[in-house]
């Protein structure tokens, strides 16, 4: 069974960066597919980032393209997610997810292993 923790969340100012980390304990974490997902209130859940087990295969909502980069180390078995040029409209509790399937997918059924959430808040 695997079990996830996010680390890394708190408040910035419009245009900083934090770093997220998901550390996940258990077997097989390599096999997984990793995801951050965050949910804004009133909003659904929606992904920002997903990793294949190589890492070399992954997949970004629009809103976060060429601010956010998702990486994993498999050794570690950590999966992090950069986020840079920070901007109001990014303050969500952030999930970390483990999909069993073998390709970063974004649909939030397909994930059956979540952590408990990190806000992360920022500031105009």
């Known amino acids: 069974q695997l079990r996830l923790a996010e680390s890394g969340g708190g408040l910035v100012q419009a245009g900083g960066s934090l770093r997220l980390s998901c550390a996940a304990s258990?077997?097989?974490?390599?096999?997984?597919?990793m995801a951050w997902f965050r949910q804004a209130p009133g909003n659904v859940r929606e992904l920002v980032a997903a990793?294949?087990?190589?890492?070399?295969?992954?997949k970004y909502a629009d809103s976060v393209k060429g601010r956010f980069t998702i990486s994993r180390d498999n050794d570690k078995s950590t999966v992090y997610l950069q986020m840079n040029s920070l901007k109001p409209e990014d303050s969500a509790v952030y999930y970390c997810?483990?999909?069993?399937?073998?390709?970063?997918?974004?649909?939030?059924?397909?994930?059956?292993?979540w952590g408990q959430g990190t806000q992360v808040t920022v500031s105009s």
């Open positions: 258990g077997s097989h974490f390599p096999s997984y597919t």
């Open positions: 990793v294949g087990w190589s890492g070399d295969n992954t």
């Open positions: 997810a483990a999909s069993p399937t073998h390709y970063p997918t974004g649909y939030s059924s397909h994930y059956d292993k």
